[in-house]
Structure formats: C-alpha cells, structure tokens
C-alpha cells in the first residue's frame, strides 16, 4: 500500500510513476519467493478532484511493468474521498514446480548473495526499478536456493529479517559488498556510501542463501546475463555481524522502520 | 477498500467492526460468484497515533467474520500516516467443481431471487451482516443459477448492473420485493419503504436468475433454513422496469453511486 505524503510526492514522482511503483514492490515480493505473478488486484482511494485522470495514469504505470510479466489487473476497487492518494496492489502468483523459496532455509556455511549494487534508491531507482522476477525464476532452476527475500528495507534490516526466520546469524564482509553510483555520491562524512548501501533500502534486489558449491559455481560463471551476481558474506550461528579491515563489528539491522506508536 | 470518513466514522463504528465490514464485504463478493473463500490479504494505512491499538482491534473484528468462513488472513502491508484510517482486503477464493456463478448468464424469462429483505441497512445491518457464503453454495447446488450479484449499490443499481452484463432486462413487482424492518421505519412521505428497499443498499444479499422450473421449486420448497428466498419479478428482453398496482414504470438504477469527478 502506497499512501501519498508517506511513501510518495504526488506532485513530484506522478501518478504514472507511483502507479508503475505501486505494482513492481508486489511483483518484487513475488520474485522474492522465485514465483511467477498471475494477477493483480488494485484498490485505489483518490483525490476528489481529478480522480479520473490520476486513475488512469496509475492505470497506465502499472500496465507498464504487469505487462511485461503476463500480470493482468484482474479485479479491485475504486474510491475517492477528502484524503490524499492510496493504491493498494496485491499479486498472486503461482510457485515453480520446485516450489516456493521461503525465507526460511539459510543454514551457518550458507553464502550469501545480492543480484546488485546497493543503495541511493532515491535518487530515482526506487520509481523505476525492474523486478526481478525472472532472475529469480533463472536462479532457481540452476541453484538450490535455501532463503531468499527482496531488500525493500535495506541490507542491513532484510538480511535481519532473514537470518531470524532461519535461525541463523550473518557475516557480510564490507569490501564485497556492491555500492551503487548513487550510493557512491551521496557519500558524506556521517553517511559512507557503504552505510547507504546497508541502510538506504528500496534496492529490491534478490538477496539469497546458496550451499557453498552452489556458491562457487554462481560466482565463476556469472549464469544470468542481465545481473552481476555478488557474494557478500556467510551464514554463521548466530548474530548479524560486518567485517571490515579493521575487524569483526556488530550490523546493525538498519533501514527503514515501519513505525507503529 | 474502507475509508475513514467516507465509507465509516471511526468513532461512531469503533474499529472493530470496521475490520469485521472490510472482511465481511470482501466475502460476500466471493458469495456473489458461489465461491469458497480461501485467504485473505490486509493492507492497513493507520493513523500515527493508537495506530497498534486499532490494528489490533481491527484484526480481531476481521477474524470474527474470516473464521467463520476458515479464510486465514495470510498476509498483507501495514503502514502509518498522517492521513486518515484507510483498510485494504483482497480476498481469494476457489470456485466449486460447478465453476463460479457470473452476472452474464442471466436470460429473458428467468426468475429473479433476492435472499432476504432489503434498505434501511445503514441502522445497523451494513456492519454486521453475514456474508452469504453457505447460503450461495448450497443454491449452487440445488438450482441451476444463470447469474447472481451481491446487493451492495442497492437493488435498483446492482440489478441493472446483472442486466447489463446479461445483456436483457428485468421487471420488479413492486409488492414482492421484502422490505426490512428498518426500512419500513424509516420510510417518509418523500422516501417510502419500497424506495429504501430499492436503493439504499449495503444489504448483502445475493440476487440471482434462474430458469422458472427452478423458481417455482425454490419458492415452493424453501430450502435454505437460514433464509427466504423471495421471487421479486422477472428478466426480460430490455430495459428495467418495476411493476406496481397502478402500472409498469422506468425503474431507476438508484442506489450508491461511485462518484469520480
């Protein structure tokens, strides 16, 4: 659910962009799960003056990136009322026949991978990012994949989220870590371009757990064209943990907070 | 979707039953085509403050109805803002082996059925009704059901819309149309019973067409204990009329009116 004012400008991003946004962030949550979308349910609640023309522009930025993915709008509901714009997108999606990848599976020796640079996502990836559904799909037949999840939140948060539901801790070393351009320039003195590839968030890059051989044979034959495939540390026992040159650190599971008060 | 101060007054309903309204809706859309709900997902914009005490109150009002039904509540998005209470339900479902029940199949002669009486929905009704899930399967299948709708517009507009997509007409007889108990208590010389009956809406109930050899079977041998099937008139090559002591008059398609300026 994007809620304007919270998760978006209208007036800057556009209601074609929020609508294109709205759509991939579910797609990219199916490609998380190495899934194939079906469909796509779109409730909107618009603005009271030019309702029409933002629904239809919404309309056509999600049919930008669904139609690339077979995803047919299938159903929803349209509302308007004296509040600011809300889309709310949920995709169904069928599993492989090698089933569901949950987030569940990482074992200690596990290595870990993203499918590419991190962090800076808003200086304009977060509006036109793809999702990864087919890498994800690729991935899964040529590796055993034991957990993988989106990063929507950031490195440092999703990697959290994932070692919880398996049980087990991380190890990223910082040097393997894969900084974005943008990530890069928004370096400062208070924010290293590597804690905005840890914390920024919104990347909606694959990260995923992979036997150490499976590791080894992704890593030296690079299968998928469209991504470079970067080993950023290990599954260990326990604790979220950043290696750096000057030694073992706690990671903090930084990124965006969903707040609740 | 449900909107504060457009579909609900938080204060006045309590968020309780607001989560068990947008549950409950979503279900009888699923009663509508004869399905058996499966899962729902719950995407939540919650105002900044008390925002977990309402998550927590509207999720128990959704279990109340979604339990009934044995839908899980299998996922969703929660979100703070500064903008009012906005509640999301997706819910989907799985047609039974006699395929779901849609609003195309309606013919000029069937006979049309409404599941129990109608209007005056908003003195209590619209927020706590049962959705018809049991009552449509078991229709489904003891009657061969041509098309069907749920009443949330009201009788008027969600008739024509069965007729529209029917693609033929249908004539309501004025005096067997059942009212409800609240919409005969607040008819007025400018809004009588019949008028809230036929527009008022959010009543929840299933409208269907059925060939005659099945209407008269129905009727003759009410056999849903929970309800009382009413046969409220007929299809007919065009147009929607409604049939009274003093003649066939235009039937206005009246009744809660999507606006989209």
Known sequence: MLLEGSCFRLAEAGPFRVGRKAMAVNLSDIAAMAGRPIAAFVSLGLPRSNGREIAEALYQ?????????????????????????????????QSSTRGAV?????????????????????????????PRINEALRLHEIA?????????????????????ESRCGAVVRADDVPISIAAREMGTASASPLDHALGDGEDFELLFAVRPADGERLLATQPIPEITLSNIGVCVESGLWIERATGREPLEPRGYEHELR
């Open 61 to 93: 930025g999600m049919c930008d990136v669904a139609d690339r993915f077979q995803t047919a709008v299938a159903g929803g509901d349209t509302n308007s009322w004296d509040g600011g714009l809300v889309v709310s997108v949920t995709v169904v999606g």
């Open 102 to 130: 949950l987030r569940t599976g990482a074992r200690p020796g596990d290595w870990l991978f993203v499918s590419g640079p991190l962090g800076g996502s808003i200086r304009g990836k977060h509006l036109n990012f793809t």
């Open 144 to 164: 055993d994949l034991h957990a993988m999840i989106d990063i929507s939140d950031g490195l440092g948060a999703d990697l959290g989220k994932l070692c919880a």
